[in-house]
């Protein structure tokens, strides 16, 4: 097996792991194939920010197994500090990694959050997209208290070899840590909108925005609302120059 697949290297961002792995599919294949869980952040500017005023955040990073730099924010801290690293957007590696997943049989796959509605079309989605792909089952975002111990005896039945869980940052990395033992051989994935993205009732900023790193920017015309989390973007930016390298 090469080195590349079993040793990832490790940065850190305000004091933060971030993993500078090659090959992050190849890298999450062979945890699958060697039935070992892990639990995937996609650390951005604005998830980091959140976990300096939050230590019970900061923690669920820390222990997480894969820490990888979804936002432009993560490459300009890591670019100042002499590591050259290019972005590595949550929607993509999660897709990547749905497109291989049909190559180990069994691997079933479960989509948990999200509108009513959203997770089942973009279900349906990956299934006309990737025809060898194994969907075990979908839950919408909205699960009352009572429902909760439903949900989790549906995990601990079916035992999903990928879990993507679209709850929102930090929703959706507090409910993965505290219940990943439910599945202790999966892949755990806080995945955000993807599933409005892959569902088709939201638009991914077209290429030229993510290319120039604006992403954010077509975010924010999509949901106004959010320009008071988009403040994390400037405070990130001076804590970029001022924090100890």
């Given at each position: 097996?090469?080195?590349?697949l079993?040793?990832?290297?490790?940065s850190?961002?305000?004091?933060?792991?971030?993993?500078?792995?090659?090959?992050?599919?190849?890298?999450?294949l062979?945890?699958l194939?060697?039935?070992?869980?892990?639990?995937?952040?996609?650390?951005?500017?604005?998830?980091?920010?959140?976990?300096?005023?939050d230590?019970?955040?900061?923690?669920?990073i820390r222990k997480?197994?894969?820490?990888i730099?979804?936002?432009?924010?993560?490459?300009?801290?890591?670019?100042?500090?002499?590591?050259?690293?290019?972005?590595?957007?949550?929607?993509?590696?999660?897709?990547k990694?749905?497109?291989?997943?049909?190559?180990?049989?069994?691997?079933?796959?479960f989509?948990?959050?999200g509108?009513?509605?959203?997770?089942?079309?973009?279900?349906?989605?990956?299934?006309k997209?990737?025809?060898?792909?194994?969907?075990?089952g979908?839950?919408?975002?909205?699960v009352?208290?009572?429902?909760q111990?439903?949900?989790?005896?549906?995990?601990?039945?079916?035992?999903?070899?990928?879990?993507?869980?679209?709850l929102?940052?930090?929703?959706?990395?507090?409910?993965?840590?505290?219940?990943?033992?439910?599945?202790?051989?999966?892949?755990?994935?806080g995945?955000?909108g993807?599933?409005?993205?892959?569902?088709?009732?939201?638009?991914?900023?077209?290429?030229?925005?993510?290319?120039?790193?604006?992403?954010w920017?077509?975010r924010?015309?999509?949901?106004p609302?959010r320009?008071?989390?988009?403040?994390?973007?400037?405070q990130f930016?001076?804590?970029s120059?001022?924090?100890?390298?």
């Amino acid at each position: 097996m090469p080195r590349s697949l079993l040793l990832q290297q490790q940065s850190s961002v305000m004091g933060l792991p971030v993993h500078l792995q090659p090959n992050y599919i190849d890298w999450l294949l062979l945890q699958l194939q060697q039935q070992k869980g892990v639990h995937i952040v996609t650390l951005n500017a604005e998830m980091a920010m959140q976990a300096e005023q939050d230590e019970a955040l900061a923690t669920v990073i820390r222990k997480a197994e894969l820490v990888i730099p979804d936002g432009a924010g993560v490459v300009f801290y890591l670019k100042l500090r002499g590591k050259a690293v290019q972005r590595c957007p949550g929607i993509e590696l999660a897709e990547k990694l749905l497109m291989r997943s049909s190559e180990l049989a069994p691997c079933p796959i479960f989509f948990y959050g999200g509108a009513p509605g959203v997770s089942e079309a973009a279900a349906i989605a990956w299934q006309k997209r990737a025809p060898g792909i194994a969907i075990a089952g979908t839950q919408n975002g909205y699960v009352t208290p009572a429902d909760q111990p439903q949900l989790l005896q549906t995990l601990a039945d079916l035992q999903p070899r990928i879990i993507l869980v679209g709850l929102g940052v930090p929703r959706q990395e507090f409910w993965i840590a505290e219940h990943r033992h439910i599945c202790p051989n999966a892949i755990w994935i806080g995945v955000g909108g993807s599933f409005d993205i892959w569902a088709g009732t939201k638009d991914r900023a077209p290429g030229w925005l993510r290319n120039n790193n604006l992403e954010w920017t077509y975010r924010l015309y999509q949901e106004p609302w959010r320009w008071r989390r988009m403040m994390a973007l400037p405070q990130f930016a001076w804590r970029s120059l001022t924090y100890p390298h």
